[in-house]
């Protein structure tokens, strides 16, 4: 099971998702989102040319609808892609909207994710992390969603910044343009910076 297609197919379908995921309102994170192409083996060999197509995008937020292009709303039930119309919409964002709320009431003595990354860095204050340049824009889905890397140590992390050393020289940056993951291959954090 797969598609085939060509590496040009291939390009065009990169340049087809970017530009349709760059339709859809509100705006996601396209840096996030990555379009990967499976080989698909048959006894250990490679189907020359035939693919399964996965395109992964960052969750969104609960209580927000997204839109197409054309204004559409759709929701997936049952597995079954159905458009909203009206009411809908308003029925879904106020279902949306009341769940998590609940949600809110329960987390309530949890740290939020910003409070929660601030910690996890900061754990790692005097040591050696990984930050990971990421590509914007095309170029995730053309060359692959890091730039570069680099070791650097970590000075200090507050609500809003996290500061970095490297070679002597500190910088700091936005905690808001940091994601951060872990580097199995140094067993450290990994900061990706992310440029918006």
């Known amino acids: 099971m797969g ?3 060509t590496s040009a197919e291939r390009d065009e379908v990169r340049k087809e998702v970017v530009s349709k995921l760059a339709g859809i309102q509100p705006q996601i994170d396209i840096v996030r989102s990555r379009l990967t192409f499976h ?9 020359a040319d035939l693919f399964v197509a996965e395109l992964s995008v960052p969750r969104g937020e609960p209580t927000t609808m997204h839109f197409t292009c054309g204004d559409e709303a759709y929701v997936r039930l049952d597995g079954v892609k159905q458009k909203l119309k009206g009411p809908q919409i308003q029925q879904w964002i106020l279902g949306r ?3 998590a ?19 996890e860095i900061l754990a790692w204050k005097g040591k050696l992390v990984t930050l990971s340049i990421m590509n914007t824009g095309r170029a995730v889905m053309l060359v692959g969603p890091v730039a570069g890397t680099s070791a650097v140590t970590i000075v200090d992390c507050t609500e809003f910044y996290v500061t970095i050393s490297m070679n002597g020289s500190e910088r700091s940056i936005s905690l808001s343009n940091v994601d951060i993951s872990f580097d199995s291959n140094h067993n450290r954090l990994n900061l990706q910076e992310r440029h918006v």
């Open 97 to 99: 909207t009341k769940a």
């Open 39 to 47: 080989e698909v083996f048959d006894n250990d060999a490679v189907v």
């Open 3 to 5: 598609v085939k297609l």
């Open 101 to 119: 709320a609940g949600a809110t009431q329960v987390a309530v003595s949890q740290p939020s994710s910003a409070e929660r990354k601030r910690q």
